[in-house]
C-alpha cells in the first residue's frame, strides 16, 4: 500500500481568516471540489466555524501535526506492505464542539464505517475533534487507525452487522495501538453480555447504541441498551488486544474470512 499525505489544516486555518459569510463558503466550495470531482475531502470541515476552531488549528500547525501525521503513515505503509493500492490522506478538524451540522456519534460513526465515498474518490482522512486538544499521539493514533480501516473496508467491504463493526474496530485499534476509550473489567464484562444477543443486528438504532451507549442513543431518540458511553467501542479495543494473529495479516493474507462481506 502506497500512501501520500496531502497537507489540508492550512488551508482549513485560512478559509477561516476570511469575514465569515457568503465569500468564505464559496472559497471553500473551490478548494474542496473541481467542478463535480472532490479533490479535498473537506465535507466534514464546517467553514462556519468560530475562533475555537481556529484556535485549535493554531495549535496542529504550531504541534506540526502533519509531519506526524506523515511518520504515522510511513510507518503503516511498511506494516501494511502487502496491501495493494494507493491512498491519499488527510487530516481534517471536525467541529463537534459548537458545529450546527455535526452530530459527533453520527458523523463518528460514519467516519468508522463508512468509508465508500473517501475510498472511491481515493482518500483516507483522519478526524481531529473540536471538543478535544489532540497532542502528537493523538494524531498517530488517528492516521494509524484510519488507515487500517481503509485497508480493511477495501479487502471486506463495509461491514454488515454489529459483530462485523466491533470485529473491524478491534482491529483497528489495535493496529493504532489506541488508548481508549476505556472501560473498568466489570463494566467490560456487563458490556459484553448485554451485546451478546444483537451481534448479527443490523438495524441502525441497535448497533449505533451498542457502539456509543445510552447517552449518545437518548440523544437522537433512539431506544437505549443500558451501557455507558462508548461501551461498545471500549469492548472492541480489549477484544482487540486478545487477537492471536497479527492485525496486519488479517488485510494482507489472500483467505476470505468467514462471515466477511
Known sequence: MKLALVPALGIQRELLDLPRGRARFDRYLAVMLEGERVRLPLQSFNPMSKEHVADLLDHLLALDAEAVCASALAEAEGRLAGVVGDLRFCLVVVDDLKGGWTQRHFNDMGHRFDLRADLGRGFATGFLWSSERAGAEEVREETLAAVYRAAHAA???????????????????????????????????????????????????????????????????????????????????????????????????????????
Do not use: M, N
Not at 235 to 242: D, M, P, T, V
Open 155 to 261: 479487502k471486506f467491504g463495509a461491514p454488515a452487522t454489529l459483530r462485523d463493526c466491533l470485529a473491524q474496530e478491534a482491529r483497528a485499534l489495535r493496529f493504532a495501538e489506541a488508548r481508549g476509550p476505556l472501560l473498568d473489567p466489570e463494566d467490560l464484562a456487563y458490556t459484553r453480555g448485554v451485546l451478546a444477543p444483537h451481534l448479527e443486528a443490523k438495524h441502525p438504532p441497535v448497533v449505533f447504541a451498542a457502539l456509543y451507549g445510552d447517552g449518545a442513543a437518548r440523544s437522537v431518540g433512539y431506544p437505549p441498551l443500558g451501557l455507558s458511553a462508548w461501551a461498545g467501542l471500549a469492548l472492541a479495543r480489549e477484544e482487540g488486544r486478545r487477537e492471536p494473529r497479527p492485525v496486519e495479516s488479517i488485510v494482507t493474507s489472500l483467505e476470505e474470512e468467514e462471515g466477511s462481506h
